[in-house]
């Protein structure tokens, strides 16, 4: 497996549910096993200062209380994950469980747990002395200070987890993390690349799904080694299948050159947050989608969404300002990527799905002057023509003419253009 792939298994395994719940347990069970060596290095006195006879009944109330928590909060956490899912979208899912509140709290309870039964059984088992108990005695107390912070702790996580608004702010988090990491290099440290060449040697893969990374460095070298110049087609979020190259060659490759090249390119089956700010975008996009359909009814939070994105864009716009964008590889060629792109993403969808509703489209328009206005080489144009199709859709949706009307004079007023209007055309002949 190539390092790449290892990095992302092991941040993978990193951010899911159970990897905190295992670490504690590990813990645990290792203060267990050690503490008759610790006791040891006690002074001989302390035995007399601690009464032991408490350490069994401590270590039973945690084993017969704790394993009820555990599994309490577990169901908990997971109707929570159903509810944003159904109110959300099932593509915040990762997000909600890599919540590090709920992640230690199940993990002290579990470790709390497995600390207590597995206590228990040495106690059984005289496998532990009085400089031993002593130990017992003092981590006992800690982990009851610990539950007891932890259990605070979830309760007041309790109280807003699995709300919609808090799915927007995770996806947020993600969608700044991933579009800084852009901004920062927004051609992977390659030569700027505005469009494809033509008749190129063409590296394809070897399997459908989305490219989920890719080994920048590790293909600078094959290009330095093989004095080739590279032509990257696929970045992070695109969907490879045999119509799509994943890489064009400046000059033919031979199979083995082709694998190398393929294999600095990970696919797989879903489009994850790291790399891939447009998938972040296409997240919020759903979940405001979600809140304009007919059965949930609430523009107010595709209006949060709305304003959501337009934050977290104006952000990547000012951050690509104070990029230098470096160029380390010079035999490497990657496109940016397309702010057109990340513009559909964010606001298509909602205009279509919102264009009967005034409120939406206003608040539409004007985040998309807003992108214009900060970022007029950035956003300007592809701003001005989703403005135009909003309009188009809106003209079909609205059915009172005077909310037509003041949706018309709001753009005008914001300074795009409205297009003639069919409805306005067909009541003049």
Not at 7 to 34: D, G, N
Not at 384 to 398: C, F, H, I, N, P
């Amino acid at each position: 497996m190539s390092p790449i792939r290892l990095r992302i298994l092991w941040s993978r395994i990193r951010r899911t549910l159970w990897f905190t719940p295992a670490l504690y347990a590990v813990i645990a069970l290792l203060v267990l096993s050690t503490a008759p060596l610790a006791g040891r290095m006690l002074p001989s006195d302390v035995n007399s200062l601690i009464g032991l006879d408490g350490v069994y009944d401590l270590l039973d109330v945690l084993s017969n209380s704790l394993l009820a928590v555990s599994i309490f909060s577990l169901g908990i956490m997971a109707s929570s994950l159903q509810a944003a899912a159904g109110a959300a979208t099932p593509r915040a899912r990762p997000l909600l469980t890599e919540d590090r509140t709920a992640q230690n709290a199940i993990s002290t309870f579990l470790g709390g747990f497995i600390y207590g039964i597995v206590g228990l059984v040495g106690l059984s088992t005289n496998y532990y002395g009085d400089e031993a108990k002593v130990i017992l005695f003092l981590v006992t107390c800690a982990v009851i200070m610990a539950v007891i912070v932890a259990l605070i702790r979830w309760v007041g996580r309790l109280s807003n987890l699995g709300d919609v608004s808090e799915v927007i702010d995770l996806v947020e988090q993600a969608a700044d993390r991933a579009f800084a990491a852009d901004a920062a290099e927004p051609w992977l440290g390659g030569v700027p690349m505005t469009e494809l060449p033509e008749g190129r040697s063409a590296v394809l893969p070897d399997r459908m799904g989305f490219v989920q990374a890719i080994n920048v460095a590790e293909l600078a070298r094959l290009a330095d080694e093989w004095e080739i110049d590279l032509y990257v087609a696929a970045r992070p979020g695109a969907y490879a299948d045999p119509n799509r190259p994943l890489l064009l060659a400046g000059q033919r490759l031979d199979t083995e050159q082709v694998a190398l090249a393929r294999a600095c390119f990970v696919i797989g089956g879903q489009r994850t947050f790291e790399a891939d700010p447009r998938f972040a975008m296409i997240v919020l996009s759903e979940t405001a989608s979600r809140a304009l359909s007919p059965g949930v009814n609430d523009p107010g939070t595709a209006i949060d969404v709305i304003g959501t994105s337009s934050r977290v864009l104006a952000d990547w716009a000012k951050a690509l300002e104070k990029a230098k964008g470096e160029v380390r590889h010079r035999r490497l060629h990657v496109g940016r990527l397309s702010p057109e792109d990340v513009l559909e993403d964010a606001f298509r969808w909602i205009a279509r799905d919102g264009a009967g509703q005034l409120e939406v489209q206003i608040r539409l328009q004007r985040a998309l002057a807003a992108l214009s206005t900060c970022a007029p080489q950035l956003f300007g144009h592809p701003a001005r023509a989703l403005s135009e199709e909003t309009l188009l859709r809106a003209e079909q949706a609205l059915t009172f003419d005077r909310d037509l009307d003041r949706l018309r004079a709001e753009a005008a007023r914001l300074g795009f253009r409205c297009p003639d209007s069919p409805r306005s055309a067909r009541s003049a002949g």
